[in-house]
């Protein structure tokens, strides 16, 4: 599946900061990987379930350790980040059929602690991803302005580790939803302001977000972290070497 970007594609991702729909999957692919997530989901007990789904799932589950390498995927990353890629984390994002549960409005780069911002994210939908199930919302162009304040909300609904979330004004009604059916995937860069709501439907909605970053991007916060390589070479060592 050849997916790399055109040139129109690669400016408009520079100007808006986001990139939708691709596909990267075919339909009887993204069901496989579905049906094997959900299967790692259920056999593992619910404390290391959670844990397993926060940051680095493809460090604990086959099927998205193999995800992380899907060659369509790091075309594309490949084309706005450069040749040589790192994977620095990846979660799964499932929202039940009527559950609250909802991402924030928050700007990755704020917590990231990461220079230069040569970050992109791959949402891969695993499932459809509709408005009423909760799709992926951003603020277009919002990743060119300095980031926006942010702060810690107590509300076990929003699905962020950390309870994150943007404080500062925000005019959601710039946002534009990215629907998604299953085996495409959007990316968005590191700096854009992006959430999403509930899931209204009745089934049950799978996604997968993966981060990768450029060999050349530091860590600038007082932890090292670490990153598995995926394609191309790394000649920084900005981070540790995750196991092949």
Request: hydrophobic share 40%; charged share 20%; aromatic share 6%.
């Given at each position: 599946m050849d997916t790399r970007l055109t040139t129109a594609e690669r400016t408009r991702y520079a100007a808006e900061g986001y990139l939708a729909p691709i596909r990267v999957l075919s339909t009887d692919e993204a069901?496989?990987?579905?049906?094997?997530?959900?299967?790692?989901?259920?056999?593992?007990?619910?404390?290391?379930?959670?844990?397993?789904?926060r940051t680095k799932a493809h460090l604990h589950c086959p099927a998205l350790r193999e995800l992380v390498h899907c060659p369509a995927i790091l075309d594309a990353?490949?084309?706005?980040?450069?040749?040589?890629?790192?994977?620095?984390?990846?979660?799964?994002?499932?929202?039940?059929?009527?559950?609250?549960?909802?991402?924030?409005?928050?700007?990755?780069?704020?917590?990231?602690?990461?220079?230069?911002?040569?970050?992109?994210?791959?949402?891969?939908?695993?499932?459809?991803?509709t408005v009423e199930n909760g799709a992926l919302k951003v603020i277009p162009r919002s990743h060119l302005a300095p980031l926006l304040a942010?702060?810690?909300?107590?509300?076990?609904?929003?699905?962020?580790?950390?309870?994150?979330?943007?404080?500062?004004?925000?005019n959601e009604d710039e946002a534009v939803a990215?629907?998604?059916?299953?085996?495409?995937?959007?990316?968005?860069?590191?700096?854009?302001?992006?959430?999403?709501?509930?899931?209204?439907?009745?089934?049950?909605?799978?996604?997968?977000?993966?981060r990768y970053v450029a060999p050349h991007v530091r860590k600038t916060g007082p932890r090292r972290d670490s990153a598995l390589l995926v394609r191309g070479s790394d000649r920084f060592g900005n981070f540790d070497r995750e196991p092949v």
């Open positions: 069901a496989s990987y579905r049906e094997r997530v959900e299967e790692f989901i259920s056999a593992a007990s619910e404390k290391s379930s959670r844990a397993a789904l990353i490949g084309d706005v980040l450069g040749p040589d890629l790192l994977c620095r984390s990846s979660s799964v994002f499932l929202k039940e059929a009527g559950d609250p549960s909802y991402v924030a409005w928050h700007q990755d780069a704020t917590y990231w602690d990461l220079d230069p911002p040569d970050v992109a994210t791959a949402w891969v939908a695993l499932t459809e991803s942010h702060g810690t909300i107590n509300d076990p609904a929003n699905m962020l580790s950390r309870g994150q979330a943007i404080t500062g004004p925000l990215l629907t998604l059916a299953p085996g495409e995937m959007s990316i968005h860069h590191v700096s854009l302001a992006h959430g999403s709501a509930p899931n209204r439907s009745s089934a049950r909605r799978v996604g997968v977000a993966i």
